[in-house]
């Protein structure tokens, strides 16, 4: 659904600007791209009222201006520089603009103890975190940072194996010096899903609002890991793999993450858009790729999303379509020879 645009394109802020399209927008913030590839946050005035009593922004900062009735402030930001909400599904390119974002948590946090900040806006010129207090349900710090880290995954920086496997791209080092310039306490490297990162027992396994789903998790894979020796005594070694099925956004790709981070295991994902593709064994080389590095980083969790989306069915493989189920056989094939 298109934004509703606070200013008209072309409208020149205090600072010379020319403001084009909304690209996000609250309600009491909007974020609009400018001329030169900038970015400009507009900000009414109650929610500036708020920042300025927690010591977030110095009224200098900010450039006023009135349209219409509407007394508004406004913060420009250059191209290069980051201005968004932290959960827009955008990850960092490099370790600078992760230490960027890790020194303006820790920066937030010196002046605002309290106010959640999964809903906040980064604004990296100011190196702040701007929260938006809105009514969505708050999360910690540490799932902050790696939400922002993974592009959007909500996962801890303390799910050590999980975080690591999420950004490879950083290194271990690397995300070890965000997490300390962030502030957040340390990852903690955890032995097991049984217990949590302080060596205590782990809060059970929760999934709101699918209570059947959940006591199939605990039933058929958490129940099986945690009490492993006494399961293989009855021949079982590990988790067989599950199948989901339902209608789009009925919450199966939600409900595995939530297991992911529980167990704090390494995952990784086959869909249509990453192995698809056109060319004779190319999406079967891909699928194999996928499951060698699930393997080598094994025990991991292993998803595979959308599969109707680039398997087609084993009786209609005749003509062009001969290689698609070449795609199918090799999905049972590799999993029988790496159990």
């Known amino acids: 659904m298109p934004i509703e645009a606070w200013l008209p394109v072309g409208f020149s802020l205090p600072d010379g600007a020319k403001t084009r399209l909304p690209v996000q927008s609250g309600d009491a913030w909007q974020i609009v791209e400018t001329a030169g590839y900038g970015r400009a946050l507009l900000v009414k005035a109650e929610l500036v009222n708020r920042w300025a009593e927690a010591h977030l922004?110095?009224?200098?900062?900010?450039?006023?201006?009135?349209?219409?009735?509407?007394?508004?402030?406004?913060?420009?930001?250059?191209?290069?520089?980051?201005?968004?909400?932290?959960?827009?599904?955008r990850s960092p390119d490099s370790k600078s603009e992760a230490l960027a974002f890790a020194v303006s948590l820790r920066e937030t946090r010196v002046r605002e103890a309290a106010a959640p900040l999964?809903?906040?806006?980064?604004v990296e010129s100011i190196s702040r975190l701007l929260p938006t207090y809105s009514l969505t349900s708050p999360q910690p710090d540490d799932v902050v940072l790696g939400s922002f880290l993974t592009g959007?995954?909500?996962v801890s920086v303390h799910a050590t194996r999980r975080i690591r496997a999420l950004t490879a791209w950083?290194?271990?080092?690397?995300?070890?010096?965000?997490?300390?310039?962030s502030g957040v306490a340390p990852a903690v490297a955890s032995e097991g899903p049984a217990t949590n990162e302080e060596g205590g027992e782990r809060k059970p396994f929760t999934l709101a609002g699918r209570p059947m789903l959940e006591q199939f998790f605990r039933e058929h894979v958490i129940d099986i890991i945690e009490n492993a020796d006494r399961y293989r005594k009855l021949g079982i070694e590990f988790p067989s793999a599950i199948l989901l099925h339902g209608p789009p956004g009925c919450g199966k790709t939600f409900a595995v993450e939530?297991?992911?981070?529980?167990?704090?295991?390494?995952?990784?994902s086959i869909d249509s858009t990453s192995i698809g593709s056109p060319?004779?064994?190319?999406?079967?080389?891909?699928v194999a790729e996928v499951f060698e590095r699930a393997i080598k980083d094994a025990?991991?969790?292993?998803?595979?999303?959308?599969?109707e989306a680039y398997l087609a069915d084993r009786e209609m493989g005749a003509g062009s379509s001969h290689h698609r189920v070449e795609d199918v056989n090799v999905h049972p094939t590799l999993i029988s020879n790496r159990r």
């Open 57 to 89: 922004t110095d009224w200098g900062a900010w450039q006023t201006f009135k349209f219409g009735a509407d007394s508004l402030y406004a913060l420009t930001s250059g191209g290069g520089s980051w201005l968004s909400p932290v959960n827009d599904s």
């Open 118 to 122: 999964h809903d906040a806006i980064y």
């Open 152 to 154: 959007g995954v909500p």
């Open 170 to 181: 950083l290194g271990e080092s690397g995300l070890n010096d965000v997490i300390r310039q």
């Open 258 to 268: 939530r297991l992911i981070e529980y167990l704090g295991w390494p995952s990784f």
């Open 279 to 286: 060319f004779i064994h190319e999406t079967s080389r891909k």
């Open 299 to 307: 025990p991991a969790v292993l998803k595979i999303d959308e599969m």
